[in-house]
């Protein structure tokens, strides 16, 4: 991790032109993809454990799909965030903490055009299309729904003419697409058939059984939707005065470092208060208590931005355990539904939680 300034936060390595190919490796961002597999992984571990289906063919496919998609989001981020006279938010932004806020910095470091950029992510975005394409004529229209819809807000997350991010939503366009639709997308491609039925059902009465039939993988769903957000909520502290001086209108920007802070506690308590809510109403099954577990990571990340809004390298850990806690909760979720699949009651959840909860605190608070 390394902080401020230009020369500063670039490790001495790649100080020097590290050639296309390790530039094209630095611009994909590949340790972050958790992003995309994540979700992908919930979804088909769901299926399976409420349906005992697991297609590897179509797995496979939708993991490529979703990694190229998210790949492809970052880098037209990448492009969009820079202007060729260097007014863009990654062009004047000088307190990014790399690696995880101020993009990839390849353009500005003339490692790689705006033109290379903007190509590469369109070759990233033609991929995923092309296997949802398939996917769509092997399974359905329902398909290309989720595809419209996390195709273009992840394009134009960033991208005029919406520019999602500058009207005060991007954040939740990210949660949208990084979780529930991944999730859904995943799931479906998985076991298909009760959704295949309810779209030859009236138009009127299809949002309905569509949340009726899908309402447990949107639930669980959730806790990494909401993690997501967080993750690049968090990552917007340092780009903070960046962004603004750029017109680039993020919620933190919007709300400023100290009442975001408060947003960040509630994205966090949001991440299991409705998961608690489902199992409390037996919309998803006990087992994902196993996702509890992580919560005193989050009260740690809530509490360092609480009282470190304002101090951009004391905010590194909660950026870390932002990522931290999306991967941990999403494997927690994804073992959960791999014990219901294989039929452990639920009590193995709870004990585990019981167990673990307390020493998984213990450790946090005394690092």
């Known amino acids: 991790m390394f902080l401020m300034t230009e020369d500063e936060s670039i490790p001495v390595q790649d100080k020097m032109n590290p050639g296309k190919f390790r530039a094209w490796l630095i611009e994909l961002r590949v340790p972050f993809l958790t992003a995309s597999t994540i979700p992908i992984l919930l979804g088909s571990a769901i299926a399976w454990g409420l349906h005992s289906v697991f297609r590897l063919d179509y797995f496979l496919l939708t993991l490529i799909a979703g990694i190229c998609l998210h790949i492809g989001a970052n880098v037209s981020n990448d492009y969009f965030d820079h ?22 910095r390849m353009i500005q470091r003339g490692f790689l055009s705006a033109r290379e950029v903007l190509i590469g992510s369109l070759v990233f975005f033609v991929i995923g299309a092309l296997i949802g394409i398939y996917l769509f004529l092997q ?42 639709l991944m999730v859904i997308g995943a799931y479906y491609v998985q076991y298909p058939y009760s959704v295949q039925s309810i779209l030859l059902e009236p138009l009127l009465s299809i949002p309905f059984l569509l949340l009726q039939a899908l309402i447990e993988p949107i639930i ?6 909401f993690l997501i957000m967080g993750v690049l909520y968090i990552n917007e502290f340092p780009d903070h005065d960046a962004d603004r001086d750029a017109g680039k209108k993020t919620l933190v920007v919007r709300l ?22 489902g199992m409390l109403l037996g919309y998803v099954h006990l087992h994902t208590l196993l996702a509890l577990i992580t919560i005193p990571l989050a009260i740690k990340c809530s509490i360092v931005t609480l009282t470190n809004f304002d ?57």
Request: proline letters at 5%; charged letters at 10%; one cysteine or more.
């Open 83 to 104: 202007s060729e006279d260097l007014t863009g938010s990654d062009d004047i932004n000088k307190e990014f903490i790399r690696p995880f806020t101020g993009g990839s």
């Open 139 to 180: 399974l359905g229209i329902f398909i290309i729904l989720l595809g419209v819809i996390g195709v273009g807000s992840g394009f134009f997350y960033t991208a005029p003419p919406f520019k999602l991010v500058t009207r005060g939503f991007g954040e939740f366009f990210i949660a949208l697409n990084f979780g529930t």
């Open 220 to 225: 669980a769903s959730l806790p990494i939707a």
């Open 256 to 277: 400023g470092r100290k009442k975001a802070s408060i947003g960040y506690s509630l994205i966090m308590f949001a991440t299991y208060i409705f998961l608690i809510i």
């Open 311 to 367: 101090t951009i390298p004391k905010l590194v850990s909660a950026n870390v355990g932002t990522i931290q806690n999306h991967m941990i909760t999403g494997i927690l979720l994804c073992i959960a539904y791999l014990m219901l699949g294989l039929m452990l009651p639920w009590e193995i959840a709870l004990l585990l939680t019981i167990f673990i909860g307390p020493l998984f605190s213990i450790k946090l608070f005394m690092d």
